[in-house]
Structure formats: structure tokens, C-alpha cells
């Protein structure tokens, strides 16, 4: 069964950062995307950030350019994102996804979710 376990979240000042983590597992890891998404109260979900797992290519909204950083390490089967300058208006659930239709920022075309992380940026 495919499982992604996102974890890193908390609370954090704004100015702050926050690395999260994806884990997965049960698929070829080198063979998907993954996303990562955030949803905060109130708000659609939406995406952040996503990653070819298979080249490391890198996709990310207008919104986001600049604010954070998709990595994988692949021995690991791990997928990261790493958060800079963090607001008040990142507070969210974020959440890490699969896609195997490439890399793509369309939530829709993704099929394996994990849980979710809160992230919490204080004022």
C-alpha cells in the first residue's frame, strides 16, 4: 500500500522556518511525482510545490517562487520542503501527495495522499 507520512510541522514565529518531510513508501519512489499542498481554515486546498523524483526537476506556483524549496533524497525515499520567511498566512495543513502523471501542480491529477502536517506562524 502506498503511504506518505508528512511530519515537521509546529509553531513557529513569523520571519521563521520550517523544513517538512514526506516519507513514503510503498511504491517505486524514482518513478512519481510529489506534490506538496496546503490547506488553510477556511481555504481551498492549494498547491506549494512539487518534485520529479526521477530527474529532481522542480515545479513551483508564482505564489510560492522564492518562499520555498522542494528537495528529495531518494535513498531515503524522503521528500522535503524546506520554508523561509514564513507569515502568519502559511498557517495551514500541509500535505504531501502522488502523482504518476509527472510533475504537476494539479492537485486533481493526484492520487496518494498523505495525513497532513500543521504548520502554525505566529505574529
Known amino acids: 500500500d502506498v503511504q506518505l507520512q508528512a511530519s515537521g510541522g509546529g509553531l513557529v514565529q513569523a520571519g521563521g522556518s520550517l523544513r517538512l518531510s514526506c516519507a513514503a513508501s510503498?511504491?517505486?519512489?524514482?518513478?512519481?511525482?510529489i506534490g506538496w499542498f496546503r490547506q488553510a481554515p477556511g481555504k481551498q486546498r492549494e498547491a506549494v510545490a512539487c518534485?520529479?523524483?526521477?530527474?529532481?526537476?522542480?515545479a513551483y506556483p508564482y505564489s510560492m517562487m522564492g518562499r520555498v524549496t522542494i528537495s528529495s533524497d531518494n535513498a531515503k525515499n524522503t521528500v522535503y520542503l524546506q520554508m523561509n520567511s514564513l507569515e502568519p498566512e502559511d498557517t495551514a495543513v500541509y500535505y504531501c501527495?502522488?502523482?504518476?502523471?509527472?510533475?504537476?501542480?494539479?492537485?486533481?491529477?493526484?492520487?496518494?495522499w498523505g495525513q497532513g502536517t500543521k504548520v502554525t506562524v505566529s505574529s
Open positions: 510503498g511504491f517505486t519512489f524514482d518513478e512519481y511525482a
Open positions: 501527495a502522488v502523482s504518476r502523471y509527472g510533475l504537476t501542480t494539479e492537485e486533481k491529477l493526484y492520487e496518494y
Open positions: 518534485i520529479s523524483t526521477s530527474d529532481g526537476s522542480t
